[in-house]
């Protein structure tokens, strides 16, 4: 065993004796069915079901400006809502093809800062090394511009947690506070009855990749970026198969195990998105993307989310 896989394993454990369980987020998207840009108003609607049906504090978004075509404001359309509803946020950029500076003009624009501490954090990209839409020099290049610009406010990426725990994504991690590291059992087409323990490896395999290379237990602040599993209707992944019987399976034991680890996570995601495009992996294959929520896109719970 890697002495990272057992560093963090020893670490992982060791909170359930000392501090609280993880806090739970959820990733939500920003237009809505109809594919229209999501406003304030759709917001607070997205928040008044997470908390009435979930112990979920914070939210994670991935574009500022457009990243489906559509011209969304979603910095201060999002921010306000949050802070309306008493919910933190951690705010996405989308750099992919160019886009940067569009999408900071659009975090420039709603003046993040004067939400205060709903602004949990800002992240810039998401697997964007593990799509080789952009370089690691270029992202290195972005977060040091948003740090200086935003020096108070806490600056991250996120990225798939074998880049974080394999050495590539060293030099990133040297110029974040933030490192979300997204893991799916499902997309490594484990069975339902291997997901958890599948899930576990990868967050302390990243967890203690990201230890061993900042020098500290906490110097870098570390987070499940995304975990899911697809409900009914959903593309099944080789052994692994949608549905929302496992969809719940996997939150009851993947999700609430790693939260009483003392982990803080987001799920991926919040409600279905109809209007979301297929993916195509590796294999050229495509993949339905519109079934990943957890509750339906009109906001209604799939299943119990209370740990």
Same mark, same amino acid.
Request: aromatic share 10%.
């Given at each position: 065993?890697?002495?990272?896989?057992?560093?963090?394993?020893?670490?992982?454990?060791?909170?359930?004796?000392?501090?609280?369980?993880?806090?739970?987020?959820?990733?939500?998207?920003?237009?809505?069915?109809?594919?229209?840009?999501?406003?304030?108003?759709?917001?607070?609607?997205?928040?008044?079901?997470?908390?009435?049906?979930?112990?979920?504090?914070?939210?994670?978004?991935?574009?500022?400006?457009?990243?489906?075509?559509?011209?969304?404001?979603?910095?201060?359309?999002?921010?306000?809502?949050?802070?309306?509803?008493?919910?933190?946020?951690?705010? $996405?950029?989308?750099?992919? @093809? %160019?886009?940067? +500076?569009?999408?900071?003009? !659009?975090? #420039?624009?709603?003046?993040? &800062?004067?939400?205060?501490?709903?602004?949990?954090?800002?992240?810039?990209?998401?697997?964007?090394?593990?799509?080789?839409?952009?370089?690691?020099?270029?992202?290195?290049?972005?977060?040091?511009?948003?740090?200086?610009?935003?020096?108070?406010?806490?600056?991250?990426?996120?990225?798939?947690?074998?880049?974080?725990?394999?050495?590539?994504?060293?030099?990133?991690?040297?110029?974040?506070?933030?490192?979300?590291?997204?893991?799916?059992?499902?997309?490594?087409?484990?069975?339902?009855?291997?997901?958890?323990?599948?899930?576990?490896?990868?967050?302390?395999?990243?967890?203690?990749?990201?230890?061993?290379?900042?020098?500290?237990?906490?110097?870098?602040?570390?987070?499940?970026?995304?975990? $899911?599993?697809?409900?009914? @209707? %959903?593309?099944? +992944?080789?052994?692994?198969? !949608?549905? #929302?019987?496992?969809?719940? &399976?996997?939150?009851?034991?993947?999700?609430?195990?790693?939260?009483?680890?003392?982990?803080?996570?987001?799920?991926?995601?919040?409600?279905?998105?109809?209007?979301?495009?297929?993916?195509?992996?590796?294999?050229?294959?495509?993949?339905?993307?519109?079934?990943?929520?957890?509750?339906?896109?009109?906001?209604?719970?799939?299943?119990?989310?209370?740990?």
């Amino acid at each position: 065993m890697r002495s990272p896989v057992l560093l963090s394993s020893l670490l992982l454990a060791a909170p359930l004796a000392v501090s609280a369980a993880g806090t739970l987020g959820f990733a939500v998207g920003n237009t809505n069915p109809d594919g229209s840009c999501k406003k304030q108003s759709d917001f607070e609607d997205d928040f008044k079901a997470i908390q009435s049906n979930t112990d979920a504090t914070i939210v994670r978004t991935y574009s500022s400006s457009d990243q489906y075509a559509n011209p969304c404001n979603t910095p201060s359309e999002v921010l306000a809502a949050a802070k309306s509803a008493g919910i933190k946020v951690v705010l $996405g950029m989308w750099p992919d @093809g %160019g886009a940067y +500076a569009k999408e900071k003009a !659009a975090i #420039d624009a709603a003046n993040p &800062t004067q939400y205060g501490d709903t602004l949990y954090a800002i992240t810039v990209g998401s697997e964007g090394i593990y799509r080789g839409t952009y370089s690691a020099d270029d992202l290195v290049g972005w977060l040091k511009d948003m740090k200086n610009d935003y020096p108070d406010v806490t600056i991250g990426t996120a990225d798939s947690w074998n880049g974080w725990a394999n050495g590539s994504m060293d030099s990133i991690i040297q110029n974040v506070d933030l490192v979300l590291a997204n893991g799916f059992a499902y997309w490594q087409y484990q069975e339902i009855s291997n997901a958890t323990k599948t899930y576990f490896d990868d967050m302390a395999q990243a967890l203690g990749h990201v230890q061993e290379v900042s020098g500290s237990l906490d110097k870098v602040k570390f987070m499940n970026g995304e975990t $899911g599993w697809p409900g009914t @209707g %959903g593309t099944d +992944a080789g052994a692994a198969k !949608a549905g #929302d019987d496992n969809m719940k &399976t996997y939150w009851q034991s993947a999700v609430c195990g790693l939260l009483d680890w003392g982990v803080d996570l987001f799920w991926f995601e919040a409600f279905d998105e109809p209007d979301k495009p297929d993916a195509i992996g590796d294999n050229g294959q495509k993949a339905s993307e519109q079934h990943w929520g957890s509750f339906t896109s009109d906001r209604k719970p799939k299943f119990d989310m209370h740990c």
